[in-house]
């Protein structure tokens, strides 16, 4: 048994952690989160160059087919870096999903263009992922769809979308086709915007394979993605907490020599340390851990996401009235790890399914 | 990450599950928790059972041979292989009391040859029972600051003074014991590591009524105790760091979340089988919502075990991923307990196991126990101050009376 990362993960992670820091700081993230599609657009490409548009995708349509651990140690300094490009839907569950469902066609068509990072593809799957509010829905009547869908990630700067209508049927729309609306809404994250898609009679483009089975491995993916992103995001906070804590003298003493201040970090350390392992291991049983895949990802985000409301809101508290203003930055950290978990699927209905999932109670009806 | 286990491995779980299947018959009855629970000396079959187990490799499997140990080399990796395949048929673990997690590894890492041939063995094989004199009325969480005292007296030290929360000191046949034996050195420095029989005259041991009922702490009194010198483990004025540097065998001893495992899978069971007005609790979304906030927990905590156990294996220095452990498993074990409480409702506060009840009454005992653990072996703002301090680099707490 061997519980840790291994030599390639270790230098995936210095590269991208590296890149990240000396790219980023706080006024790219400012700019970035004003800005309309609230994507860093030089960034991006710089990303492109590092392969972070590939990693799951297969070599033969040049991506570098890795798997979701590594996948998932990247998403984690991306959240740490709150790097300012979309991630988790285009360069996860869209390539999973045409790697799971679509056509060859489908996927020669798609699957090097995005691991180029020349296009991006926006995932609206919540109906499925956290249920569906007001009915909205999309109606598929004889390869014509209608409707409406909320909550589409990464799909402000998206030249696709991927929705799967009432059926459970997977569609690939291309934005400004006819009868293909998208209404840009911000989110509290303005690195993240939510879009709304509106259908009327649009064409669709089914893909091949009408397979439950790949929503759920898309959401599932999704899921372990934004759970390490935001454990990324949570580590950076405490980081930030404990160095200023350090720094910031009252009383005549650094604000780190009280206990008040030292046990709340102390707290949050201790919540974090096991996250990580929960994250590592639900993206380790995706691949390759079939019987506890689906269970791993439900505690993996619900619990991630409780611990990350906590450290978000005490690393804020720790830079007192500092934490609270737009010089320190913190509440981009914030705003992220509160938008990851809100998406697909919040705790409390992640909790619900992972019920159902074990036979504890009957499945939804 | 590769979790399967590696030929070696594969083949020593193999060799695990051959030894349970020919001698489970053997095992004692008695779980590690009903003696935790409830300290008393061990019965014939437990000490068989141990003794096969130390021979076997199955317990105190580093302990040298000559020793009496198994002495097979450190593997981390097969140690949890035997506590997690112990647990898999429900077999009580080989006893971890103090005697086997901290005096042994002392005596092997500070011990004189004599003490070690004469005290090891016995004690990994059940023989001689221990407790531990550390804490005092006046030093608690600041120990260094206790005030037993030894004065010389030709080739003996005298002993004089009082121990608290001395665990199962009333069964004990010997204490290992911090005492101030250097009047001159400082607070640190002044202290020395001393073992001696429980039958010395002087010695008075007084339970202590805890709120669990049953007497599994003692205060012990020490008044003119003569212990000879060279019962004095690893030099004079040494035993503050032989306390703190045992204290570093915990790794071994990492939150065993086993535990909590099992405590959880019969909780399972309890929503499954409790009603309320006809329907499983597990129909109650309050209820099925805060078991699988506990399951998350539980998974978070022992896969994190195995991120220690494969750290340790690969040689990584001791850092804050092992400070966290304490904290979190005694807050999830005492959670734990609460939510099975809370399920059994009324039945819930029913105590000393009431025979009309269809589910034993130890809930109730882990709770309270579990919040002593809480607070014993370092208290959670204790450990908040080592995480915070020697984990993140925060400054130290102000000490007073440095030595």
Same mark, same amino acid.
């Given at each position: 048994?061997?519980?840790?990362?291994?030599?390639?993960?270790?230098?995936?992670?210095?590269?991208?952690?590296?890149?990240?820091?000396?790219?980023?700081?706080?006024?790219?993230?400012?700019?970035?989160?004003?800005?309309?599609?609230?994507?860093?657009?030089?960034?991006?490409?710089?990303?492109?160059?590092?392969?972070?548009?590939?990693?799951?995708?297969?070599?033969?349509?040049?991506?570098?087919?890795?798997?979701?651990?590594?996948?998932?140690?990247?998403?984690?300094?991306?959240?740490?870096?709150?790097?300012?490009?979309?991630?988790?839907?285009?360069?996860?569950?869209?390539?999973?999903?045409?790697?799971?469902?679509?056509?060859?066609?489908?996927?020669?068509?798609?699957?090097?263009?995005?691991?180029?990072?020349?296009?991006?593809?926006?995932?609206?799957?919540?109906?499925?992922?956290?249920?569906?509010?007001?009915?909205?829905?999309?109606?598929?009547?004889?390869?014509?769809?209608?409707? @409406?869908?909320?909550?589409?990630?990464?799909?402000?700067?998206?030249?696709?979308?991927?929705?799967?209508?009432?059926?459970?049927?997977?569609?690939?729309?291309?934005?400004?086709?006819?009868?293909?609306?998208?209404?840009?809404?911000?989110?509290?994250?303005?690195?993240?915007?939510?879009?709304?898609?509106?259908?009327?009679?649009?064409?669709?483009?089914?893909?091949? @394979?009408?397979?439950?089975?790949?929503?759920?491995?898309?959401?599932?993916?999704?899921?372990?993605?934004?759970?390490?992103?935001?454990?990324?995001?949570?580590?950076?906070?405490?980081?930030?907490?404990?160095?200023?804590?350090?720094?910031?003298?009252?009383?005549?003493?650094?604000?780190?020599?009280?206990?008040?201040?030292?046990?709340?970090?102390?707290?949050?350390?201790?919540?974090?340390?096991?996250?990580?392992?929960?994250?590592?291991?639900?993206?380790?049983?995706?691949?390759?851990?079939?019987?506890?895949?689906?269970?791993?990802?439900?505690?993996?985000?619900?619990?991630?996401?409780?611990?990350?409301?906590?450290?978000?809101?005490?690393?804020?508290?720790?830079?007192?009235?500092?934490?609270?203003?737009?010089?320190?930055?913190?509440?981009?950290?914030?705003?992220?790890?509160?938008?990851?978990?809100?998406?697909?699927?919040?705790?409390?209905?992640?909790?619900?399914?992972?019920?159902?999932?074990?036979?504890?109670?009957?499945?939804?009806? | 990450?590769?979790?399967?286990?590696?030929?070696?491995?594969?083949?020593?779980?193999?060799?695990?599950?051959?030894?349970?299947?020919?001698?489970?018959?053997?095992?004692?009855?008695?779980?590690?928790?009903?003696?935790?629970?409830?300290?008393?000396?061990?019965?014939?079959?437990?000490?068989?059972?141990?003794?096969?187990?130390?021979?076997?490799?199955?317990?105190?499997?580093?302990?040298?041979?000559?020793?009496?140990?198994?002495?097979?080399?450190?593997?981390?990796?097969?140690?949890?292989?035997?506590?997690?395949?112990?647990?898999?048929?429900?077999?009580?673990?080989?006893?971890?009391?103090?005697?086997?997690?901290?005096?042994?590894?002392?005596?092997?890492?500070?011990?004189?040859?004599?003490?070690?041939?004469?005290?090891?063995?016995?004690?990994?094989?059940?023989?001689?029972?221990?407790?531990?004199?550390?804490?005092?009325?006046?030093? $608690?969480?600041?120990?260094?600051?206790?005030?037993?005292?030894?004065?010389?007296?030709?080739?003996?030290?005298?002993?004089?003074?009082?121990?608290?929360?001395?665990?199962?000191?009333?069964?004990?046949?010997?204490?290992?014991?911090?005492?101030?034996?250097?009047?001159?050195?400082?607070?640190?420095?002044?202290?020395?590591?001393?073992?001696?029989?429980?039958?010395?005259?002087?010695?008075?041991?007084?339970?202590?009524?805890?709120?669990? $009922?049953?007497?599994?702490?003692?205060?012990?009194?020490?008044?003119?105790?003569?212990?000879?010198?060279?019962?004095?483990? $690893? $030099?004079?004025?040494?035993?503050?760091?032989?306390?703190?540097?045992?204290?570093?065998?915990?790794?071994?001893?990492?939150?065993?979340?086993?535990?909590?495992?099992?405590?959880?899978?019969?909780?399972?069971?309890?929503?499954?089988?409790?009603?309320?007005?006809?329907?499983?609790?597990?129909?109650?979304?309050?209820?099925?919502?805060?078991?699988?906030?506990?399951?998350?927990?539980?998974?978070?905590?022992?896969?994190?075990?195995?991120?220690?156990?494969?750290?340790?294996?690969?040689?990584?220095?001791?850092?804050?991923?092992?400070?966290?452990?304490?904290?979190?498993?005694?807050?999830?074990?005492?959670?734990?307990?609460?939510?099975?409480?809370?399920?059994?409702?009324?039945?819930?506060?029913?105590?000393?196991?009431?025979?009309?009840?269809?589910?034993?009454?130890?809930?109730?005992?882990?709770?309270?126990?579990?919040?002593?653990?809480?607070?014993?072996?370092?208290?959670?703002?204790?450990?908040?101050?080592?995480?915070?301090?020697?984990?993140?680099?925060?400054?130290?707490?102000?000490?007073?009376?440095?030595?």
């Amino acid at each position: 048994m061997f519980f840790g990362l291994s030599e390639e993960q270790l230098l995936i992670q210095e590269s991208f952690r590296g890149h990240l820091t000396r790219s980023i700081d706080l006024d790219r993230i400012r700019k970035t989160a004003k800005s309309e599609s609230g994507t860093d657009t030089p960034l991006r490409q710089e990303l492109n160059d590092l392969g972070l548009p590939g990693l799951l995708i297969s070599e033969d349509f040049g991506g570098s087919g890795l798997q979701l651990i590594d996948a998932a140690i990247v998403a984690i300094e991306l959240g740490r870096s709150m790097a300012p490009v979309p991630f988790a839907a285009t360069f996860i569950m869209a390539p999973l999903a045409l790697t799971l469902a679509g056509s060859p066609a489908q996927q020669a068509e798609w699957l090097p263009r995005l691991a180029s990072g020349e296009t991006t593809i926006g995932v609206a799957l919540a109906n499925y992922a956290s249920g569906t509010r007001r009915s909205d829905s999309v109606i598929n009547q004889n390869n014509r769809l209608n409707g @409406k869908i909320p909550f589409a990630l990464d799909a402000a700067t998206a030249d696709a979308f991927l929705i799967a209508d009432t059926d459970g049927q997977l569609h690939l729309l291309r934005t400004g086709a006819p009868g293909v609306t998208v209404e840009v809404l911000p989110s509290i994250d303005g690195t993240r915007p939510l879009c709304t898609l509106h259908l009327e009679n649009a064409d669709a483009e089914p893909l091949a @394979k009408n397979s439950p089975e790949a929503i759920e491995a898309i959401i599932r993916a999704g899921r372990i993605i934004l759970a390490a992103e935001s454990f990324g995001a949570a580590e950076e906070m405490l980081d930030r907490a404990v160095a200023y804590a350090k720094e910031r003298n009252q009383f005549g003493r650094a604000i780190g020599s009280f206990q008040a201040i030292k046990h709340l970090c102390a707290e949050m350390a201790a919540e974090l340390q096991p996250c990580q392992s929960l994250v590592w291991y639900a993206a380790y049983a995706f691949d390759h851990l079939p019987e506890d895949a689906a269970l791993s990802a439900l505690l993996a985000k619900s619990h991630m996401d409780e611990v990350g409301r906590f450290v978000s809101r005490s690393a804020i508290e720790v830079h007192g009235g500092m934490g609270y203003t737009d010089l320190m930055g913190l509440h981009f950290w914030f705003k992220r790890i509160g938008f990851n978990r809100a998406q697909l699927g919040g705790p409390e209905n992640l909790r619900a399914a992972a019920a159902r999932l074990q036979g504890f109670v009957a499945p939804a009806a | 990450m590769d979790l399967a286990d590696r030929a070696e491995h594969k083949a020593f779980r193999a060799e695990v599950r051959e030894f349970i299947a020919a001698h489970r018959h053997l095992a004692p009855e008695e779980t590690a928790d009903s003696y935790r629970l409830l300290p008393r000396p061990y019965s014939e079959k437990v000490r068989k059972w141990q003794s096969l187990l130390v021979d076997k490799g199955y317990a105190s499997r580093t302990v040298p041979k000559s020793y009496g140990g198994f002495g097979a080399e450190p593997d981390i990796l097969k140690t949890k292989i035997i506590t997690d395949e112990f647990f898999r048929a429900g077999l009580p673990p080989a006893l971890y009391n103090q005697g086997v997690s901290m005096l042994v590894p002392t005596l092997l890492e500070h011990g004189s040859e004599e003490q070690k041939k004469k005290w090891i063995e016995p004690t990994i094989r059940a023989e001689v029972f221990w407790c531990q004199g550390y804490s005092e009325p006046g030093a $608690g969480s600041d120990l260094a600051s206790l005030q037993t005292r030894a004065h010389e007296d030709g080739d003996d030290f005298v002993i004089n003074g009082s121990k608290i929360w001395t665990s199962s000191a009333h069964i004990a046949d010997m204490i290992f014991c911090l005492v101030r034996t250097e009047t001159k050195a400082g607070k640190y420095d002044g202290i020395s590591y001393l073992i001696f029989s429980m039958d010395t005259p002087g010695i008075e041991v007084r339970p202590l009524q805890t709120m669990t $009922g049953h007497p599994s702490f003692n205060e012990v009194f020490f008044t003119d105790v003569r212990v000879p010198k060279s019962q004095v483990v $690893g $030099g004079r004025g040494k035993g503050w760091k032989i306390a703190n540097s045992t204290l570093a065998h915990e790794r071994g001893m990492l939150a065993n979340t086993n535990h909590a495992a099992g405590r959880l899978q019969k909780i399972t069971g309890m929503l499954k089988s409790e009603t309320l007005n006809g329907r499983p609790l597990f129909e109650n979304a309050v209820m099925m919502d805060r078991f699988i906030r506990l399951q998350a927990r539980v998974q978070a905590l022992r896969l994190h075990e195995m991120r220690l156990v494969t750290e340790a294996a690969t040689g990584k220095p001791r850092n804050i991923a092992d400070m966290v452990c304490k904290l979190l498993g005694c807050e999830l074990n005492h959670q734990i307990d609460a939510f099975a409480i809370d399920i059994l409702g009324e039945i819930g506060v029913l105590y000393d196991g009431v025979p009309s009840v269809h589910h034993d009454s130890i809930w109730q005992q882990f709770f309270m126990y579990d919040l002593g653990l809480i607070i014993g072996g370092g208290t959670a703002q204790i450990q908040k101050n080592i995480i915070a301090e020697r984990g993140l680099d925060m400054p130290r707490e102000p000490k007073s009376a440095k030595g």
